[in-house]
């Protein structure tokens, strides 16, 4: 049983690294091959950062993505700690975003918690000072 659990928290780790590598090279692709077709990533948000909310589906994590790319170029991407526990994923970061309609800097730590499930991401919660977010979107 113990075997087993730790198995598991290997398997999922790598699918995360495996995702995370993918996202740093701007490899969609790849990313997508990490994934399962019913994946739902949740950007847990506030309506008026432009890239809040839930999608759904591989196509759905992309779009994601590049709605963040519209909307914010990437100064800096860092992944402090990554914690895995059997099928759950906890990767904690900060970022440096550029917003592209009035170049305000957005400087924040978030939180990913991924769900692994059959060695695909299942589901990503992320959050975020998003109340901090809301104010420099919206000056």
Do not use: C
Not at 6 to 17: G, I, N, S
Not at 73 to 95: C, P, R
Not at 112 to 126: A, G, K, P
Request: proline content about 1%.
């Amino acid at each position: 049983n113990f075997k087993r659990m730790v198995q598991e928290t290997t398997k999922a780790l790598k699918v995360v690294q495996e995702m995370l590598t993918a996202f740093g090279k701007g490899d969609m692709e790849a990313l997508k091959q990490t994934l399962s077709d019913d994946a739902i990533w949740v950007y847990h948000g506030t309506d008026g950062i432009p890239y809040n909310g839930t999608y759904q589906g591989k196509g759905g994590a992309v779009k994601f993505i590049m709605n963040i790319m519209a909307n914010v170029e990437v100064l800096d991407f860092q992944v402090a700690k990554i914690v895995a526990d059997q099928n759950t994923v906890i990767v904690l970061g900060s970022e440096k975003q550029k917003i592209k309609s009035n170049s305000e800097v957005l400087e924040q730590k978030w939180v990913q918690v991924y769900t692994v499930e059959n060695d695909l991401i299942t589901r990503l919660d992320e959050f975020a000072n998003t109340a901090f977010s809301l104010q420099l979107f919206q000056k």
